[in-house]
């Protein structure tokens, strides 16, 4: 499940939704996050997921990848 939150993610980012109105729309009510996004460098932020991944935003490509 973890891969199609991945997939909403990225369809929303390609139809440009910026990061904040992702997360609300579809990461903050998801049942597969825990917690806050976390600013992990510059340019990269991270959500934790319940099964111990992490969603990875990077803003310079304005994509997200599972970590």
Same mark, same amino acid.
């Given at each position: 499940?973890? *891969?199609?939150?991945?997939?909403?993610?990225?369809? *929303?980012a &390609?139809? !440009?939704?910026? %990061?904040? *109105?992702?997360?609300?729309?579809?990461?903050?009510? &998801? %049942?597969? +996050?825990?917690?806050?996004?976390? @600013?992990? $460098? *510059?340019?990269?932020?991270? +959500?934790?997921?319940i099964? !111990? @991944?992490?969603? +990875?935003?990077?803003?310079?490509?304005?994509? %997200? $990848?599972? !970590?």
């Amino acid at each position: 499940m973890p *891969a199609d939150l991945l997939s909403r993610c990225n369809a *929303a980012a &390609s139809r !440009g939704e910026t %990061f904040p *109105a992702i997360w609300q729309t579809i990461l903050q009510t &998801s %049942f597969l +996050v825990k917690g806050t996004p976390i @600013q992990a $460098s *510059a340019g990269r932020l991270e +959500v934790r997921l319940i099964n !111990g @991944q992490r969603l +990875v935003y990077l803003s310079d490509a304005k994509e %997200f $990848s599972l !970590g």
